[in-house]
């Protein structure tokens, strides 16, 4: 069976600090890889793709990808308490669009 | 949210009746996925489509079935309820299954238990 690890938190952060999350995964294939944002009771929301090994910003949030290890990294600068909620990272499985999900890091970032 | 719902939203029901979940789009996306999501195992695959009439199964299938009858609308049904379906259900769209179009837009959810 094929797995994604993430550890589950909570990951505690004051505000205006890094928060720092990593996701390892089992499929050498894997080739696509995702972060969502789930809050509480609510549906999960893609906040970052990233396909090639090394760093994508996107606003607050970097992405770091290396297959080599295996692992996918997420960077959530300058935290703010609304970024408090579950992350969720999501690696391809296979063909036709299939995603295998961790379990999610939940982050809870405090003033 | 993008063109995609769910329904119900929320529902209670016995075990051992069948039960259907509607998810439907307006988006035209070709691939669409249930999945369900419960405390410490995240989300699940149960069943995906990528085409209409193209359907096939995930890692938690078992006990579910699903028709994809046109493009719009992807119908999950369980077939005899048990308690252990006692779960959130979230459907998701994709344009793609690969490249820049390939992401996930999920549905707000739908609530099952099972009594």
């Known amino acids: 069976q094929k797995e994604v690890e993430q550890n589950s938190g909570p990951l505690s952060v004051p505000e205006g600090a890094i928060a720092s999350l990593n996701c390892t995964y089992s499929d050498r294939g894997s080739q696509s890889f995702f972060w969502y944002r789930q809050y509480s009771g609510k549906s999960p929301e893609l906040i970052m793709s990233i396909y090639s090994n090394g760093d994508k910003e996107d606003g607050r949030f970097t992405a770091q990808l290396n297959k080599a290890s295996q692992y996918v990294s997420l960077l959530i600068r300058d935290s703010q308490p609304s970024d408090s909620a579950t992350y969720l990272c999501?690696?391809?499985?296979?063909?036709?669009?299939?995603?295998?999900f961790g379990a999610g890091t939940q982050v809870v970032v405090t003033p | 949210d993008a063109g995609i719902t769910q329904s119900p939203r929320h529902k209670v029901t016995e075990t051992g009746t069948p039960v259907t979940l509607r998810c439907h789009q307006t988006e035209n996306h070709r691939y669409m996925y249930w999945y369900r999501q419960d405390p410490g195992h995240g989300l699940r695959l149960i069943h995906y489509?990528?085409?209409?009439?193209?359907?096939d199964k995930g890692e938690v299938s078992d006990g579910y079935s699903v028709s994809r009858s046109k493009t719009e609308d992807f119908l999950l049904t369980l077939e005899s309820a048990t308690s252990s379906q006692t779960s959130v259900y979230f459907c998701?769209?994709?344009?793609?299954?690969?490249?820049?179009?390939?992401?996930?837009?999920f549905g707000s959810g739908t609530r099952l238990t099972v009594v």
């Open positions: 998701a769209i994709s344009a793609s299954g690969t490249g820049d179009n390939y992401g996930y837009t």
């Open positions: 999501a690696v391809n499985q296979g063909s036709w669009g299939k995603l295998q």
């Open positions: 489509s990528y085409g209409v009439k193209d359907t």
